[in-house]
């Protein structure tokens, strides 16, 4: 079974620029969710998707940050314009069986 | 407000010792506790879980262990392997939700 798929792993961008992550969930996983991971710390929830319905986006900062999941399957993760602070990780991640969660590798993203 | 604290970043033990590595929370609510491994460029990797009705779950070399009264858990890894080296995350979920909170990480060093 393929894991969670991330693209691109890395990306540099200077500061004001947009920027955009992929996600490919496991196959039949209804849930996807999008993390954030800043350095020295643990993954930060940034938005949960059931289906395609955003259902916690509570901590996603809207003014920046954007999602979408077009037909329940893949989603997009877009920031613009970058700022400095938003150098992390960002860590997709997707579920089938409530809490038992699986990770992808993450895209590293680096504002300059 | 960091409702689940990994208060040591690293911990080093030699080849074939026992490694405890040890989470406290602070939300009540949290009934479901997982840990994660992280190795370098890859994504977290499930581990091993424990419900709050219980306070022990086995798995092979990992046990983790949850003390409800003292808002505390640990994992044992008996006997340690090189191969255990790796960032080690502590989660905590409760209302039957999605939503997990993770510690810091711990670095866990395992030396031949």
């Known amino acids: 079974e393929a894991g969670v798929v991330q693209s691109p792993r890395y990306k540099i961008i200077e500061k004001k620029q947009p920027v955009a992550f992929w996600c490919n969930p496991i196959?039949?996983?209804?849930?996807l969710y999008w993390y954030r991971q800043n350095l020295g710390q643990g993954p930060e929830l940034l938005i949960r998707?059931?289906?395609?319905?955003?259902?916690?986006d509570s901590q996603l900062p809207k003014d920046r940050f954007s999602a979408e999941r077009l037909k329940g399957v893949d989603s997009t993760l877009k920031i613009q314009p970058a700022e400095l602070g938003d150098s992390a990780v960002y860590l997709c991640?997707?579920?089938?069986?409530?809490?038992?969660?699986?990770f992808g590798p993450g895209t590293r993203l680096t504002v300059l | 407000d960091q409702q689940v604290k990994q208060n040591s970043p690293s911990l080093s033990v030699q080849e074939g010792r026992i490694s405890i590595l040890n989470c406290d929370y602070t939300?009540?609510?949290?009934?479901?506790f997982l840990w994660y491994k992280k190795y370098p460029a890859e994504g977290p990797t499930f581990l091993i879980s424990?419900?709050?009705?219980?306070d022990k779950n086995e798995d092979g070399r990992f046990t983790v262990f949850l003390n409800k009264s003292a808002k505390h858990l640990s994992l044992h890894i008996v006997p340690s392997q090189p191969g255990d080296s790796a960032v080690y995350f502590c989660?905590?979920?409760?209302?039957?939700?999605?939503?997990?909170?993770f510690g810091a990480g711990t670095r866990l060093t395992v030396k031949p």
């Open positions: 998707y059931e289906n395609e319905e955003a259902v916690d």
């Open positions: 991640a997707s579920s089938k069986i409530l809490r038992h969660v699986f």
């Open positions: 196959s039949g996983h209804n849930t």
């Open positions: 989660a905590a979920s409760g209302d039957n939700n999605n939503d997990m909170r």
């Open positions: 939300n009540s609510m949290f009934d479901y």
């Open positions: 424990i419900s709050s009705i219980k």
